[in-house]
């Protein structure tokens, strides 16, 4: 079976402090994705990596950044929580050949007080 | 801009019947389809992948694609109350020769099964 998992299903934190939310996956998959899931605006990708060291912008990058050293293991840095960031984060990944389906992790709801 | 649309329902129907969940995507350039089951403060489960035209089969669930009309549907047969869910459809788009896999997700459809 296949198994990504996130450090913390939920998770609290202060206005600027610096969040990192981590996701770990044992199937040797090449790509590993960050999304965040808000009501109304369904699932919006932050950034995605395809390769150890490699990182691509998504569709909502601002504010967020990435961390690929291992290829197992895949990091979302908010440098600088703030209310607009309180949201399901969700961590998902693939191969790069054959089906490309992706697999997801089981989230964090990280709140920014 | 490329886009993935699903009526967001909810979809209402008696258990034992046939769901049938649409979605429509909006380019011709398009590799691989999904659909992901959500329950309510859950992460997305996948549930059917589809590659090429026609119906795929997997237990009470068909996938159905048909590219020309761009169109992806998921029929769930024997309806439970245990498919209540949030259905997500899911598409890789190909741009520039490669996709890397990434997904665009529609907003999902609701599907209630009422005893």
């Known amino acids: 079976d296949v198994k990504v998992t996130q450090s913390s299903r939920y998770l609290v934190k202060r206005t600027g402090e610096k969040v990192f939310l981590e996701c770990v996956q044992d199937m040797d998959h090449e790509n590993m994705f960050w999304y965040r899931q808000d009501p109304g605006l369904g699932l919006r990708l932050i950034y995605f990596s395809y390769d150890v060291k490699m990182k691509e912008k998504g569709d909502i990058p601002e504010g967020y950044s990435v961390s690929r050293e291992k290829k197992e293991r895949f990091s979302l840095i908010l440098e600088s929580a703030s209310t607009n960031q309180t949201s399901m984060y969700l961590c998902?990944?693939?191969?790069?050949?054959?089906?490309?389906?992706?697999?997801f992790g089981p989230g964090t709801r990280l709140t920014v007080t | 801009q490329k886009e993935v649309e699903q009526n967001s329902g909810p979809l209402s129907v008696p258990e034992g019947a046939i769901a049938s969940l649409n979605c429509t995507y909006s380019?011709?350039?398009?590799?691989?389809f999904f659909w992901y089951r959500q329950y309510s403060g859950k992460s997305p489960e996948l549930i059917m992948s589809i590659y090429s035209n026609g119906d795929k089969e997997d237990g009470r669930f068909t996938a159905q694609l048909n590219k020309a009309s761009q169109y992806v549907s998921l029929l769930i047969r024997d309806s439970q109350p245990s498919d209540s869910a949030t259905y997500l459809c899911?598409?890789?788009?190909?741009?520039?020769?490669?996709?890397?896999?990434?997904?665009?997700f529609g907003q999902g459809t609701i599907l209630t099964v009422h005893p």
């Open positions: 380019d011709r350039v398009s590799q691989s």
């Open positions: 899911a598409v890789i788009f190909i741009a520039g020769g490669t996709s890397y896999g990434k997904l665009t």
């Open positions: 998902a990944s693939s191969f790069q050949g054959r089906g490309r389906e992706q697999y």
